[in-house]
C-alpha cells in the first residue's frame, strides 16, 4: 500500500495479493482515523462477500475466485471498543459481466486498487444491536 493525505482525504493505491480490509485497517490505525467514509475500485483475484439474513441473523458468504473488477467499494471507518471499525460493501463484475457483491469480508487485490478514504471531523461509535443482530452505529459512544 502507498497513500498520500491531502488535508481530510486519502488517495491510496493498493498492489497485487494486498487485502482491502487489512489494508484500511493498518491505514485507520497509523493516521488514527476514527470516522471516515470510504470509496473505491480495481481488479481483484478474491472477494468474500456476504448477505446479512434479518430473520436468522446471520451472515451468509459467498466466495469469489477469478479475475473481477471492482466495480464500486463503499463504506465507513468508524471505531469500537477503541479500534478500527470497517464496515464496507462491494460489487465486482466477473468475465461475463455479471456484478456480485454484498457486505464485503475479504478482497484480494490482482493488478491494483484505487482507494479514497475521505477524514470527517468527529467520532461514532459502534454498539452491538441484540434486535437487528448487527454493531449500529453508537452516537452517545465516541
Known amino acids: 500500500m502507498e497513500y498520500r493525505r491531502f488535508e481530510d ?22 493516521e488514527n482515523i476514527a470516522l471516515a467514509e470510504v470509496e473505491g475500485l480495481g481488479a481483484l483475484k478474491q472477494m468474500n462477500v456476504c448477505v446479512f439474513d434479518t430473520v436468522s441473523k446471520e451472515y451468509y458468504t459467498n466466495s469469489f475466485e477469478e479475475p473481477m473488477e471492482l466495480l464500486s467499494l463503499s463504506g465507513t471507518i468508524t471505531q469500537m471498543e ?25 478482497a484480494v487485490i490482482s493488478a491494483t486498487g484505487e482507494i ?20 449500529l452505529f453508537d452516537f452517545d459512544r465516541e
Open 116 to 135: 479514497v478514504v475521505r477524514v470527517l471531523n468527529g467520532q461514532v461509535g459502534r454498539r452491538y444491536s441484540e434486535k437487528i443482530g448487527l454493531n
Open 82 to 106: 477503541g479500534k478500527p471499525y470497517l464496515h464496507i460493501h462491494a460489487s465486482a463484475g466477473n468475465a461475463k459481466g455479471i456484478a456480485l457483491g454484498g457486505h464485503l469480508k475479504k
Open 9 to 30: 482525504t486519502i488517495i491510496m493505491r493498493l498492489d497485487p495479493d494486498e487485502e482491502i480490509l487489512e489494508e484500511l485497517t493498518q491505514l485507520a490505525q497509523r
